[in-house]
């Protein structure tokens, strides 16, 4: 005889995509647990607290345009500190100032014809982000796939533009220089990056995915519980066995790739952050500054406390550099990021303060072509699922929308009431 079902689903996996399939789950009132092998849930949203400082676990930002980012939490409620629209580029010793045309439109337009770019790039990425922000997404996505270096060689841009600019950006946005990220997903970055407004929690990261957890039943988390395997119905962890329906594994995508054998997962791409303290900003306004200059060390540098405060102690502030890759912490690597961000702020960095380097081997997945229209299969088969940013776009949208999607898909499997609101 087999033995009592315990639960209708379990979610393997409290990062984003796994909170949002619990949401969805929940609400459909079917009967859920959730396992995560960390001391807490946010995956790789996450913030440490140390003497006052806010460090979230690698410079991440909030896209408020994200649209399953309002269905899930009171954006309000968040307490948002925002950064300026648009970048300041460092090149040949000066700083350019490249605005959002869509949120910035008067100053975009009496910008046109200085700053980075010559005035033809800044008609021709402001044609492109207006597109981008206006058409439905499944217009987007339509369109043929290819690289994102292609895509932005078609829109017309000049390789200066591209290169002095763009793949600096865009470098920190994918964690990787190459720009054969998919068009599909550039496209819909763009979107959200002309459409919203880009921030961080006055309290860290960390109070995002803490907000989306807010309304599920604390016992219905189980922290600290790494999942060993999972087989249809059942699910190995290290505390014992749970009997189930349906397994959604919304791991980071090696781990899911661990736990699913015979799962197509993508490489993955590695970003460092290094942050320092500092008795005095080194800029005054709370904009991301992006090396012209094609060194290609720093991909983007922001003083966070400009835009939050409250991530620095009283009367100090709070720098965050982001570079693509990892690689082991040395004083001589730290020599060369003081050496960077002196120049790209224009400023002296001996007196900095190291607060902390922060190594994420596996920040983002590869989004190469194709896509699958951002929407690959979840459905394995035995009633085994499968969720995260790997499953639909690296970013926190794909996250929460591929774990919304897959709950949906249990759901439907289960034969289950599917909750309203989708
Ligand atoms: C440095 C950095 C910067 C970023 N910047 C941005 C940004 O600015 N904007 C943006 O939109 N996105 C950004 N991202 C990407 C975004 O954070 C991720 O796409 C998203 O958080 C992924 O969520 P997830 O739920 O798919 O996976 P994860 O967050 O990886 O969650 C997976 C969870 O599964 C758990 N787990 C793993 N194995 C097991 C197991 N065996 N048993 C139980 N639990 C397990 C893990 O502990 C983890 O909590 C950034 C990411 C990083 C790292």
């Not at 309002?70 to 925002?82: E, G």
């Not at 994918?174 to 929690?201: E, N």
Request: with cysteine; hydrophobic share 45%; glycine share 10%.
């Amino acid at each position: 005889m087999s033995q009592p079902i315990e639960v209708d689903v379990v979610v393997v996996g409290g990062g984003l995509a796994g909170l949002s399939a619990a949401r969805r789950l929940d609400r459909a009132g079917v009967e859920w647990l959730l396992v995560e092998a960390s001391d807490r849930i946010g995956g790789r949203v996450t913030t440490d607290t140390v003497d006052g400082w806010h460090l979230d676990r690698g410079f991440q930002v909030l896209n408020t345009a994200y649209p399953r980012v309002p269905a899930l939490v009171d954006v309000d409620a968040l307490d948002m500190r925002y950064f300026t629209p648009g970048v300041l580029v460092r090149r040949c010793g000066e700083l350019h100032r490249l605005e959002n045309p869509i949120r910035e439109p008067l100053a975009a337009a009496s910008a046109l014809t200085s700053g980075v770019g010559t005035l033809s790039d800044r008609l021709k990425f402001a044609a492109l982000a207006t597109r981008c922000a206006t058409l439905p997404p499944a217009k987007l996505l339509e369109a043929r796939e290819t690289t994102t270096q292609e895509f932005l060689r078609k829109a017309g841009l000049s390789h200066r533009m591209i290169e002095e600019v763009l793949r600096p950006f865009l470098s920190g946005v994918f964690a990787d220089r190459s720009l054969d990220t998919s068009s599909h997903v550039f496209a819909m970055v763009l979107r959200s990056f002309a459409r919203g407004r880009i921030g961080v929690p006055a309290a860290g990261m960390a109070a995002f995915p803490a907000a989306i957890a807010g309304p599920l039943p604390y016992p219905q988390l189980l922290i600290g519980a790494r999942t060993l395997s999972v087989g249809p119905g059942m699910v190995v962890t290290e505390g014992g066995e749970i009997r189930c329906r349906a397994v959604i594994v919304a791991t980071d995508p090696p781990s899911a790739a661990a736990l699913l054998p015979g799962l197509p997962t993508p490489d993955m791409h590695g970003l460092t952050t290094f942050y320092f303290g500092a008795d005095r900003a080194p800029l005054n306004e709370p904009t991301l500054v992006l090396d012209g200059d094609r060194r290609e060390i720093i991909a983007n540098t922001v003083v966070v406390s400009n835009a939050a405060p409250e991530y620095a102690p009283t009367g100090k502030s709070l720098i965050a550099a982001s570079v693509v890759g990892v690689s082991a912490p040395s004083s001589a690597s730290e020599a060369v990021i003081r050496v960077e961000l002196s120049r790209l702020y224009g400023a002296p960095t001996d007196d900095w303060e190291l607060l902390e380097v922060i190594n994420i081997p596996n920040a983002l997945p590869a989004a190469r072509v194709p896509q699958a229209m951002l929407r690959k299969p979840v459905d394995l088969g035995d009633g085994l699922f499968v969720a995260g940013d790997h499953r639909d776009s690296p970013s926190i949208q794909g996250a929460l929308a591929g774990g919304w999607r897959t709950a949906g898909a249990v759901l439907s499997w289960l034969g289950a009431r599917v909750g309203a609101g989708r």
